[in-house]
């Protein structure tokens, strides 16, 4: 008889099947992870537009310069005076003649060309030998009382010269339909104290000047109007 095997002891496997396999796979970034490319990307282009932002914020007010502006009223003729100058910051001159805070020497003590309003900007046209009024145009000055003129009258407003009734006129009155009165711009107003009489400067044609300057003053209706074609 050959000799007998030996008895072939069963192999034990230790762990559950199936570890190993899951011990070799490769573990995945946590997620925070992955998320932080669109959130990198997404602050760039904040970074970006703020840049271009400032750029242009820069570039505007770079952009600005100082020109000199009226702050009160100056007549035609009238010498300019520092005091009725200041400076202001303008993005362009656009080609207005416009002229700049450096030059403020050379403009006071010279007279104004034309009529000069406060708020306005001041050209290189308006400053030298008076050339007001243009040809063609006179300007004539009406004595006028409170209730001659509207309150909300103001210089360069629109107005047409009415003629009212004399004072205690009696019976049939002839009075100039306001369709064929005489037309003007005012150009200043010069109010009278209390009930004293004041003025106003009117700017017209050579015909209207003559037409208003025939309307006595107590008659003198000074009536606001649009402008022509407006």
């Known amino acids: 008889m050959g000799t007998p095997l030996s008895k072939i002891e069963p192999v034990k ?13 490769p573990r995945l970034a946590p997620a925070a992870k992955r998320r932080s490319v669109p959130y990198a990307v997404l602050g760039g282009a904040l970074a970006v537009v703020f840049a ?6 820069s570039l505007n007010v770079g952009g600005r310069q100082s020109y000199l502006a009226v702050v ?4 035609a003729g009238q010498v300019i005076q520092s005091s009725d100058l ?7 001159d656009a080609g207005l003649g416009l002229i700049p805070a450096g030059q403020e020497s050379a403009v006071t003590g ?14 290189r046209r308006e400053v030298g030998p008076a050339s007001f009024p243009a040809s063609g145009q006179q300007v004539i ?4 009382k409170t209730g001659q003129y509207p309150a909300e009258m103001t210089a360069g ?3 047409v010269v009415g003629t009212s009734p004399a004072p205690g006129a009696t019976g049939s009155v ?11 711009v005012v150009l200043s107003i010069t109010p009278g104290s209390d009930s004293a009489t004041g003025s106003v400067s009117l700017l017209t044609d050579a015909g209207s000047a003559s037409a208003i300057a025939a309307i006595p003053s107590a008659q003198v209706q000074l009536v606001l109007t649009s402008p022509s074609g407006s």
Do not use: M, N, W, Y
């Open 174 to 184: 002839s009075v100039v339909p306001l369709s064929g009165a005489p037309s003007a």
């Open 13 to 25: 496997l230790s762990g559950r099947l199936g570890d190993s396999a899951k011990k070799s796979e």
């Open 110 to 123: 010279r007279a104004a060309s034309l009529p000069l309003a406060p708020g306005a900007l001041l050209t």
């Open 141 to 144: 000055a009406v004595a006028v």
């Open 52 to 57: 271009i932002g400032f750029a242009a914020t």
């Open 157 to 159: 407003a629109h107005v």
């Open 72 to 75: 009160r009223s100056v007549r």
């Open 86 to 92: 200041a400076v202001v910051q303008v993005a362009t």
